[in-house]
Every structure is written in structure tokens, then in C-alpha cells.
């Protein structure tokens, strides 16, 4: 087998070699079929590596090409490859029910990050031995009711800063509109400053964006600047005049935010969570014609805040994506020309959607900033390269649940996680 074993064995590729490209596997001995039919994209080639994983939620690479894997309600394991490249020997190197999913390792592999729901811990991280040592409580007291997925994200300019998220505490989490409630927001610690007890959440460290609902899958562009994929509301009602209507089955939008540069947040730094929200489908409102995909909306227009109050005060996605497909993990391919974003899949609409693997296309601006290639108000944004074969019956039992993803060193294989509570299973990708 190619997964679970409680110390490293086999001869595993060491130094500069696992920086290198390794063969793209056609398949791995022992590792199981697919457990759920899926479709590729003909530009792309997929192989299954690994299964019978236990909620398999981030991937992260270290210098050496080893792979970091955080599961869910278990820890933290590292992989090496062999010269076929599949797995070859895996060890189990932090043990902690309460990781949930935050991952992070600095830019020189030394440092690493995990989360809890309500605690971030760094350890010292040895890649040629393949130990993480020396737990340490960097950020405590995040808060423990409601969405309990906690992102963290080394910034790759200076590895002293760590961006940590935290998600609301309901679907309408209205205290979270004042950012001392420190939910439904991203702030910003220096660990390098942090006390010798580690910061406290609510008051500590720097504001990066509040008024983003849950916004779990954060990514830096080659400029090192943040972006952040959104899962907003279920279940809304427009309400004019006392007059409810159902729109939830096509809206809120999922949102792409841009964040900016860490240590210079953007101003404002408020993105409308928990009173403008984004259209997707704009023909399920009746009450008005304004809106377009992209558009921002209130759920009850009123005399003193409507759709148009939202402009200037709120800063909208840059782009949008369907309705409760759920972006879990996101990352930039090395010359940031595609964001590469899971997304879950929903549970709040049927037919259901989601449970795929989507690309963003992105362009270099004249300015030196990256940016998505489509429009605001475009629908077609994102392209879908890998999904399961009828996403539109799916529920959380009967199709994968695509969640981490994370390039190899090489930046040609594409590793991508299913946390499907009946099967666990990591693929890797690369393009023919």
C-alpha cells in the first residue's frame, strides 16, 4: 500500500531531486480505484495516489517535494514520493483530534503552521528528517460557535506574517458587522512579534478584510498579494415591501475577493457581510431589472439602505461564482496566470452543484497587479477541468467532496484532495 504507515520506510527521494519533476504516474500500486465516477477535462491527465484517508483537508509542499497532509480529526502527515512518483513511505508527524484544517509552512520549510478551531500552533519542521518539533501557541481564542473551518496562510513575502480566518458564527451572523467580534473576517498576526502566550484573536494583529462570511480558501499571487474565494448565505428571501420572494436557489454568489497586499490593507477593508451580498442569477428578482451578475444586493431594501447603498461602502467580489458550490482550497499556478479553487459542493439547492475543480484564468495588468481575465458580471470566468460525472444528483454521501489543493515544487503536478467521509482520497494532475 501507499499511505498509512506509521514510520517511513522504502527508499525515499532526498534533496534537490524532489525539487525536480517527477514522472507523472499512470497508476499506483495498492491504491484503489477512484470511489466515485468523475470527468476530466481532455486537456488533463488525472491518477488516483492515495485513499482510505481520513478527511483529507490541505496539501502543502516542502522544499525537499515531500507532501504535508492535514486531516481532518487526526493531524498532520508528510509523504515522500518514490522515482515512479507515487507515494512511497508516509509518516504521521503531529497527532491532534482538534486540526481541523489550517495549514501553512514558510517559504524555507522551518516553520510550520496548524489550526484548531480555536487555536493556531507553529512547530520547528526538519524536511530532511521529517519531524515537526517544539508546539507552540502563536494565536489563541478564536471563536468556537458556527463555521469552524480555520484558514491559515504564510505570506510568501515575508514569512513573518500570517493571515488567519475565521468564518461566521450562523448564516446571519449580524453581530460579525462590528470586526471587534473577530468573525467572519481575515486579520493579519507578525509572529515575530507575537507574546511569549501567543496573540489573542479578537484583539490582536491587523484587520485584513472583514464582512466575508466564510471565506476558507485564501491564495497568494506572484506579488504575494491575497485573494480570497467566499462561501456566502443559504436560504434568502428578497423581501420589498412585504413581499418574500425565494431567490436562494441561484443566489448569494460565491465570491473571488482581492485582498491586496497583506501589510497594506485595502480601504475600505469591509466586504458587505452580513448586508450586501452578490447576485448570481439576477432573473429570480422580481422587484427590479438594475441587477446583473456581479451586482451587489440587500436581502430588504429599504428608505435607509438599499442595493445602491452598498456602492462605495462595501467592496464587491472581483468575480462570482454559483451559488452554494462551497470553495474550499485555492491556489495559483506558478506565473499566476490561472487560480486553480475546489469547491465543495452544495447542500442547499437541487439539483446540487459544485463538487468540482475549477480554473480562473488571470492576466498581468499594465500595472504590475494581477487580476482575473473576465468582467465582473461574467458568468463564464472560471472553467471547470475536473468534476463528478453528474454533479446535479450529488449529496455529501455520493460523490466526492474535492477540498485541498497544491502544486508540486515543480509546478507541473497538481494535487487534489476528496474528504468524502466514506473515502478519503488524494489525485494528481497534470496537463498533456
Known sequence: ????????????????????????????????????????????????????LRQPRSIVFDPLGNMLLLQAGSGLSVSTFG????????????????????????PDGKTLYVSSVTTVFSYAYDAAALTATGQKT????????????????????????????????????????????GRACVKTFDISKAPAT????????????????????????????AWGAENSGDDFRRTVNGQATDVHIDN??????????????????????????????PSLFKDTTALKTGSQFVVSPNATFNDESCAGVANPPRLSFPAHIAPIG????????NLYITFHGSWDRQPA???????VPFTKTDDGLYDPVSPADSKTGYKTILSATNPGS?????????????????GERLFVSSDNAADGEIFVLKKK
Open 198 to 225: 501567543g496573540y489573542t484573536y479578537n484583539t490582536g494583529g491587523t484587520m485584513l478584510a472583514y464582512g466575508v462570511r466564510n471565506e476558507v480558501a485564501l491564495a497568494f499571487d506572484p506579488n504575494g498579494h
Open 138 to 181: 502563536v494565536i489563541t481564542g478564536m471563536s468556537p460557535g458556527g463555521h469552524s473551518t480555520r484558514t491559515v496562510a504564510v505570506s510568501p513575502k515575508n514569512p513573518n506574517i500570517l493571515l488567519v480566518s475565521v468564518g461566521s458564527n450562523s448564516n446571519w451572523d449580524y453581530p460579525s458587522g462590528n470586526p471587534a467580534t
Open 353 to 359: 452543484a459544485g463538487y468540482s475543480l475549477a480554473e
Open 394 to 410: 450529488c449529496n455529501s454521501g455520493s460523490c466526492w467532496r474535492l477540498a485541498g489543493v497544491g502544486w508540486d515544487n515543480s
Open 83 to 106: 522515482a515512479d512518483g507515487c507515494i512511497n513511505s508516509t509518516k504521521s508527524i503531529i497527532s491532534m483530534a482538534g486540526l481541523n484544517h489550517g495549514l501553512s509552512l514558510t
Open 252 to 281: 448569494p454568489a460565491e465570491e473571488l475577493n482581492y485582498f491586496g497586499d497583506p501589510e497594506n490593507p485595502r480601504t475600505p477593508n469591509w466586504f458587505g457581510y452580513p448586508t450586501c451580498f452578490t447576485v448570481w442569477e
Open 330 to 337: 485555492s491556489v495559483f499556478d506558478k506565473n499566476g496566470t
Open 1 to 52: 500500500m501507499h499511505w498509512i504507515l506509521p514510520t517511513v520506510v522504502g527508499a525515499a527521494l532526498t534533496g534537490t531531486a524532489l525539487s525536480q519533476a517527477l514522472p507523472f504516474p499512470t497508476s499506483c500500486a495498492g491504491v484503489a480505484t477512484a470511489r466515485y465516477a468523475f470527468t476530466v477535462d481532455e486537456a488533463w491527465q488525472i491518477t488516483k495516489i492515495a485513499s482510505g
